[in-house]
């Protein structure tokens, strides 16, 4: 019965900004962790963020000082904003959460999580 649901992709120029959120629907309680994770065109699923509930955040190297991963309503809700994008960020970016919360130093990776949103596709142009 849990649900997540992504929304916020489109298109965009080199440079620009959006705002992808996630809403997490039929989880008894919020998930330990949770995260934004993406898979371009011909590569493998990659972490992006992580927000865990007492507030700790991970992020991708490639990512860092561009995108803020930030969550609202206990984390029913989280959300994240890429900036300054380039067309690298293109990719199918997926919501992922997990009961158990990841371990130490892998919240970035696909196998800590359980459930997945079905993605919002994020495109960019020169």
């Known amino acids: 019965q849990e649900q997540l649901v992504e929304s916020g992709g489109g298109s965009g120029q080199s440079g620009g900004s959006l705002r992808l959120s996630c809403a997490a629907f039929g989880f008894p309680y919020r998930p330990p962790c949770m995260g934004w994770f993406r898979e371009a065109p011909g590569q493998a699923r990659e972490g992006v963020a992580a927000i865990y509930t007492n507030g700790r955040i991970d992020y991708a190297d490639s990512v860092k000082g561009r995108f803020i991963i930030s969550q609202e309503s206990a984390g029913v809700v989280i959300n994240l904003e890429v900036t300054r994008l380039t067309p690298e960020d293109t990719a199918m970016y997926y919501c992922?959460?997990?009961?158990?919360?990841?371990?130490?130093?892998?919240?970035?990776?696909?196998?800590?999580?359980?459930?997945w949103g079905q993605g919002t596709q994020v495109t960019v142009s020169s």
């Open positions: 992922a959460a997990d009961y158990g919360g990841a371990r130490f130093n892998h919240a970035l990776e696909v196998s800590e999580y359980s459930y």
